[in-house]
């Protein structure tokens, strides 16, 4: 249409729709790096959460917005602004009553300015003594009467929401009978009765007093308890002179009649069936403005869901998940944008899922198999990447289960790693062709015409990795090269070596088996103690189940031992090492031995004792001591992989 003008620019309302879906495997790239750099898999995990991705408004940046709100909610006034109002009112109402009796020359009007003038300090005293009082000018009877209506109008609105027409009516009748029902209503909902029908019968009676509709009774009771929570807490964080005014102007306001009592047994129903909410603790507002009692105490009720919100954006308790997290309370509180948000990550989060790179287990969400992998292949990567032009660099490509040619080769099976045998393949799919009386180029390539080339067959290996997790290895920035050189032998074993048995073990005070989820998963300890020797006695169980196999065991530490069990089954620590401790490993370093097993070790550091502990083992065993540079770790470690599964060592 002629006329029209159309501006332009940066989308500003939300996640932008034209932006390209979120690549879900640079996100699990991201997390790797951090996990072979030595974080905890769960802080990376939980990380890309908090932060978001691409533009950082991730769970941090809401949470963060919540506690912007929160400290504006404790600034926004003080608490005590009902009874300075009512005090500010009763002022207003005795200068106008005084103006009138001024006015008059008469003995009844002196008698009043002398009842004026006797009134007591307190707000509360001082309007139930003028209860009874003959007012001479309306004007001032009116402001009078407001202190009261008013507070009450305050006190019941904060309750229920929807209030407010029935008490401009002044009409409290209807509040009175709803207040019945709906103690009723709750009274049977604590006894365990079924309460689906009466609930919904209430709610055709009365539900004009509660414009947000709840779905069910859980519903109402959440959101009355909330509001009754916020009221008993602001009474709680009044001054006791302040508390006494307001509760003796509360009890005047509601008078003699049901109403007062129906308040109080709602609220103990309500504490009864949400004793878990904040009734009594808080924080002291402040703030130029002086709030009255609704206005307080919704406040108070706005700082208690921020506090709520703001708990279920930090994920820290076990298991925790976005869907903890209460969409339609983060729109409330934080508006539109924010819950489009918490919905991208919640689909983030599904994503990792569905496509397989992440699974929850009972403390949260974990690498999934899929990942791990991926995450292995990157470490071997990074360690090869690192070889280039190093002495010791392997080809990858031509590692793998098979030996030497021996000159035949068979039709290609799935499954097989052996190489190819690229002439009689292209062969194969020559003859094919010219059997079909079709000799045209190019020739193509069908399954069928593969063969690969028969290779010697070499032994297998069973490969032990004992990696040291006590803390010291932590501390001196060695754990994310232990975590990067098991993760890339347990890779290559899979996936070039796939006859190889491979056992990680860890050890501090004690040693255990682990897997690579549990070897990605796994944080350092303060716990202290190398036991070397409960390592090497499960690296000899695993070799002896595989009596064919080349026996290799690789030790990675920074410590001489300090630990050893003891023939309970308890281990003994002591610094430094005793006797006892050294003698047991020595035992078990000589029953590896007498298997034929090697035992090299790489040693981290440069402490004194670990150098005479390790060149004492690799005399007695014949292995060999490398002393390599964290970074250079991996590498070191994969290269004598490699050169001591090529051949059984003369035992």
Request: with cysteine; aromatic share 6%; proline share 5%.
């Given at each position: 249409?002629?006329?029209?003008?159309?501006?332009?620019?940066?989308?500003?309302?939300?996640?932008?729709?034209?932006?390209?879906?979120?690549?879900?495997?640079?996100?699990?790239?991201?997390?790797?790096?951090?996990?072979?750099?030595?974080?905890?898999?769960?802080?990376?995990?939980?990380?890309?959460?908090?932060?978001?991705?691409?533009?950082?408004?991730?769970?941090?940046?809401?949470?963060?917005?919540?506690?912007?709100?929160?400290?504006?909610?404790?600034?926004?006034?003080?608490?005590?602004?009902?009874?300075?109002?009512?005090?500010?009112?009763?002022?207003?109402?005795?200068?106008?009553?005084?103006?009138?009796?001024?006015?008059?020359?008469?003995?009844?009007?002196?008698?009043?300015?002398?009842?004026?003038?006797?009134?007591?300090?307190?707000?509360?005293?001082?309007?139930?003594?003028?209860?009874?009082?003959?007012?001479?000018?309306?004007?001032?009877?009116?402001?009078?009467?407001?202190?009261?209506?008013?507070?009450?109008?305050?006190?019941?609105?904060?309750?229920?929401?929807?209030?407010?027409?029935?008490?401009?009516?002044?009409?409290?009748?209807?509040?009175?009978?709803?207040?019945?029902?709906?103690?009723?209503?709750?009274?049977?909902?604590?006894?365990?009765?079924?309460?689906?029908?009466?609930?919904?019968?209430?709610?055709?009676?009365?539900?004009?007093?509660?414009?947000?509709?709840?779905?069910?009774?859980?519903?109402?009771?959440?959101?009355?308890?909330?509001?009754?929570?916020?009221?008993?807490?602001?009474?709680?964080?009044?001054?006791?002179?302040?508390?006494?005014?307001?509760?003796?102007?509360?009890?005047?306001?509601?008078?003699?009649?049901?109403?007062?009592?129906?308040?109080?047994?709602?609220?103990?129903?309500?504490?009864?069936?949400?004793?878990?909410?904040?009734?009594?603790?808080?924080?002291?507002?402040?703030?130029?403005?002086?709030?009255?009692?609704?206005?307080?105490?919704?406040?108070?009720?706005?700082?208690?869901?921020?506090?709520?919100?703001?708990?279920?954006?930090?994920?820290?308790?076990?298991?925790?998940?976005?869907?903890?997290?209460?969409?339609?309370?983060?729109?409330?509180?934080?508006?539109?944008?924010?819950?489009?948000?918490?919905?991208?990550?919640?689909?983030?989060?599904?994503?990792?899922?569905?496509?397989?790179?992440?699974?929850?287990?009972?403390?949260?969400?974990?690498?999934?198999?899929?990942?791990?992998?991926?995450?292995?292949?990157?470490?071997?990567?990074?360690?090869?990447?690192?070889?280039?032009?190093?002495?010791?660099?392997?080809?990858?490509?031509?590692?793998?289960?098979?030996?030497?040619?021996?000159?035949?080769?068979?039709?290609?099976?799935?499954?097989?790693?052996?190489?190819?045998?690229?002439?009689?393949?292209?062969?194969?799919?020559?003859?094919?062709?010219?059997?079909?009386?079709?000799?045209?180029?190019?020739?193509?390539?069908?399954?069928?015409?593969?063969?690969?080339?028969?290779?010697?067959?070499?032994?297998?290996?069973?490969?032990?990795?004992?990696v040291d997790l006590s803390y010291s290895m932590y501390a001196d920035g060695r754990w994310g090269p232990m975590k990067q050189t098991a993760l890339a032998l347990s890779h290559l074993v899979a996936t070039k070596y796939p006859q190889d048995a491979l056992q990680i073990i860890g050890f501090g005070r004690y040693a255990q088996t682990l897997s690579q989820g549990e070897l990605a998963a796994i944080e350092p300890t303060i716990e202290k103690g190398t036991n070397l020797q409960h390592a090497l006695k499960l690296a000899a169980r695993h070799v002896r189940r595989h009596p064919g196999a080349e026996?290799?065991?690789?030790?990675?530490?920074?410590?001489?031992?300090?630990?050893?069990?003891?023939?309970?089954?308890?281990?003994?620590?002591?610094?430094?090492?005793?006797?006892?401790?050294?003698?047991?490993?020595?035992?078990?370093?000589?029953?590896?031995?007498?298997?034929?097993?090697?035992?090299?070790?790489?040693?981290?550091?440069?402490?004194?004792?670990?150098?005479?502990?390790?060149?004492?083992?690799?005399?007695?065993?014949?292995?060999?001591?490398?002393?390599?540079?964290?970074?250079?770790?991996?590498?070191?470690?994969?290269?004598?992989?490699?050169?001591?599964?090529?051949?059984?060592?003369?035992?």
């Open positions: 249409m002629s006329g029209n003008v159309f501006r332009y620019g940066a989308w500003r309302d939300g996640p932008d729709p034209l932006a390209p879906p979120y690549d879900v495997r640079a996100a699990v790239d991201e997390m790797g790096e951090r996990v072979l750099a030595g974080d905890s898999l769960r802080d990376a995990l939980r990380d890309l959460i908090r932060r978001g991705p691409r533009d950082g408004r991730g769970l941090e940046s809401l949470r963060e917005r919540a506690r912007r709100l929160r400290r504006d909610a404790l600034r926004r006034g003080n608490l005590d602004g009902a009874v300075t109002r009512a005090r500010q009112m009763l002022d207003q109402a005795l200068a106008t009553e005084r103006d009138s009796l001024a006015a008059r020359d008469d003995d009844a009007a002196r008698f009043n300015e002398a009842v004026l003038d006797n009134l007591p300090r307190s707000v509360s005293q001082a309007v139930s003594d003028l209860s009874d009082y003959d007012w001479s000018s309306a004007e001032a009877r009116d402001i009078y009467r407001q202190i009261l209506a008013g507070l009450r109008d305050e006190v019941v609105s904060q309750r229920f929401a929807g209030m407010k027409q029935a008490l401009q009516q002044g009409d409290m009748s209807d509040v009175s009978a709803m207040l019945t029902d709906l103690n009723d209503l709750l009274a049977r909902h604590a006894r365990g009765e079924d309460t689906g029908d009466a609930f919904r019968d209430f709610m055709q009676r009365h539900g004009r007093f509660f414009p947000d509709d709840p779905a069910d009774v859980d519903e109402l009771i959440d959101s009355l308890a909330r509001q009754a929570a916020a009221a008993e807490r602001l009474m709680r964080l009044l001054s006791p002179q302040q508390r006494e005014e307001l509760e003796q102007l509360m009890a005047q306001a509601l008078g003699e009649g049901p109403l007062r009592g129906q308040l109080a047994e709602l609220t103990d129903n309500l504490r009864a069936l949400r004793p878990g909410l904040n009734w009594g603790r808080g924080e002291r507002m402040r703030g130029p403005a002086d709030l009255g009692y609704g206005d307080a105490a919704s406040a108070l009720g706005e700082i208690a869901d921020l506090d709520e919100l703001i708990d279920q954006l930090g994920q820290e308790h076990p298991g925790a998940t976005l869907d903890d997290v209460d969409v339609e309370a983060v729109e409330r509180q934080l508006g539109r944008s924010a819950a489009d948000d918490l919905r991208r990550l919640r689909e983030l989060e599904r994503e990792l899922r569905r496509q397989g790179w992440v699974q929850r287990d009972a403390d949260g969400l974990t690498l999934s198999p899929k990942a791990l992998r991926r995450l292995g292949r990157t470490a071997l990567s990074a360690i090869f990447r690192d070889v280039t032009g190093k002495r010791g660099q392997h080809d990858m490509r031509d590692a793998g289960a098979a030996g030497d040619l021996i000159g035949s080769s068979r039709r290609w099976e799935f499954g097989d790693d052996q190489p190819l045998d690229v002439v009689r393949t292209i062969g194969n799919a020559v003859r094919r062709r010219a059997a079909g009386r079709s000799a045209t180029l190019p020739v193509r390539l069908e399954p069928d015409d593969f063969e690969v080339a028969e290779t010697e067959r070499r032994a297998s290996a069973a490969v032990a990795l004992c026996p290799v065991i690789l030790v990675v530490t920074d410590g001489e031992p300090t630990s050893h069990l003891e023939p309970d089954g308890e281990a003994v620590f002591w610094w430094p090492p005793m006797p006892e401790t050294v003698q047991a490993t020595i035992h078990e370093v000589d029953l590896l031995t007498r298997f034929g097993a090697t035992l090299n070790v790489f040693m981290l550091g440069e402490d004194p004792g670990l150098r005479r502990f390790v060149s004492a083992v690799a005399h007695r065993n014949g292995g060999r001591v490398f002393s390599p540079d964290p970074a250079d770790l991996g590498r070191y470690v994969i290269d004598d992989y490699v050169r001591a599964r090529l051949g059984r060592r003369p035992r």
